[in-house]
């Protein structure tokens, strides 16, 4: 097992659009190979083939970071897309179970879907497609795979991996061209693995794993990548050396210890683990200096088919507007709603409730996953 990064930079970085010191090293290979590699969640993607559409407004998004206009120059290089919102499980420190009441239960529609993809899939290099919620709860998710792959984007998906497959989905997921699958695994064993990912069915996920790694194997593919993702708390730390075996034997690529920010007193069970090497650093001070970039460059569509200006609006509070009005997606994101909530984010970010704690004001690492290892 080799470790491929601690804490690295990429596309991601903190809240910046693109850090030019990823970008410069890719310039040759954007300009004359016309592929881009980058690292998304401590993770590698390479992004093959782009259009002229991709490359010029990639580097004309970029440039938002110097200016942050209410009305961002270009358009957006991420999409993240919530297929649903509701779970089979429940975490006790995710906004699914803490906040339903704040959302009713929404499945995307596929309609809404390809509208998204259509209007701005030709500039997009990534999508995120998950939420609040398990994606591969929406019957539609392999096609919504196979149209983002239709557009050349990037498709990165996390799931809880607690779900009944059918053989026909596992094919889906390893044929519908899917480049990144994450399954969220918080322990060895059933006792200590359901006690966070409650209602969770350990030998169901590892099942689920083990064959979408047999098909893969059927297919002779590389992908879709496999990552083993572990949050690391007090009660599973213990178990690290056993997660790393299973992942090794389940045949996946990567295996990612995260941490996790928001521990309370409510949750004794769940707390910061003990080993200091796992812990998030916390960054009381510099928050005031925090410069967030979220609403220019991530486009975001809940499962209401809001566009909103970050995934913790869980309720859509600060809604750029809904592609139900039949407005286009780019004239939503450039639109008036949009531009008046850039100019009040650019004066401060405190008073809008989903950013008065948001992890990465808080936090000292650049991502809550610390440690990518491959396999
Ligand atoms: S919660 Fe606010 S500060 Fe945090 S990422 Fe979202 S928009 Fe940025």
Redesign the pocket.
Known sequence: MGKVCEKYSGLDKI?KIFNPKDIIPELINILLKRQIHFNFDLLPFLGKDLSNEKIYNFFIAGLNQFAQQPKPLGYPVIAQVEPVNFCNLSCPLCLTTSQTEARPKKMLSLNAYQTFIHDIGAYLLLLVLWGWGEPLLNPDIIKMIQLAKSKNILVHLSTNGSVRLSDQKVEGLVNSGLDSLVFAVDGATQESYSSYRKGGNLNLVLSNLKRIVRTKKKYNSHFPIITLRFIIMAHNEKELPQMKKIAHEAGVDFFTVRGEAYFNDKNNNFSKPGNTRYQLEHNEKNQAS?I?M??WKRIIMDASEEII?????YKSKYSFGNIKNNDKVLKIWKGKKASRFRKE?NLG?NH?Y??KS????IIKNEFCNLETMTI
Do not use: G, L
Request: net charge neutral.
């Open positions: 809240m925090f967030c979220r609403p200006p970050c995934e913790f609006d984010f970010t809008f989903h950013c948001c992890i990465h004001k």
